[in-house]
Nanobody
């Protein structure tokens, strides 16, 4: 599978963005999909995942819970990250990732990565 992320941009604090990650290939439903982010000078951190064969979702860190929602559209082989009430500390490059396993919050558990999309939240 190959991943193409899009939807980043500049938004004011309190605003919303929806990121998209389109996957190529016929086995989209067998992958766990996740979003990570990497702020300047920081390590890549887990944001959310959705286990596609079960629909189970996981979010971290606590700061995104209740504000971010991961979802999927199987017909479009696309996973979304809806981000509401954005804060300046959400500024980062957001990456989508995939794995055939259940995945986890750890970067190394994902073996397919998209190119990243930049989200900038101004105060």
């Amino acid at each position: 599978v190959q991943l193409q992320a899009s939807g980043g941009g500049l938004v004011q604090a309190g605003g919303s963005l929806r990121l998209s990650c389109e996957a190529s290939g016929r086995t989209f439903s067998s992958y766990t999909m996740a979003w990570f982010r990497q702020a300047p000078g920081k390590e890549r951190e887990f944001v959310a995942r959705i286990i596609l064969w079960s629909g189970v979702t996981t979010y971290e860190p606590d700061s995104v819970k209740g504000r971010f929602t991961i979802s999927r559209d199987d017909a479009k082989s696309t996973v979304y990250l809806q981000m509401n009430s954005l804060k300046p500390e959400d500024t980062a490059v957001y990456f989508c990732a995939a794995t055939r396993s259940r995945g986890s919050t750890i970067v190394s558990s994902y073996d397919v990565w998209g190119q990243g999309t930049l989200v900038t939240v101004s105060s």
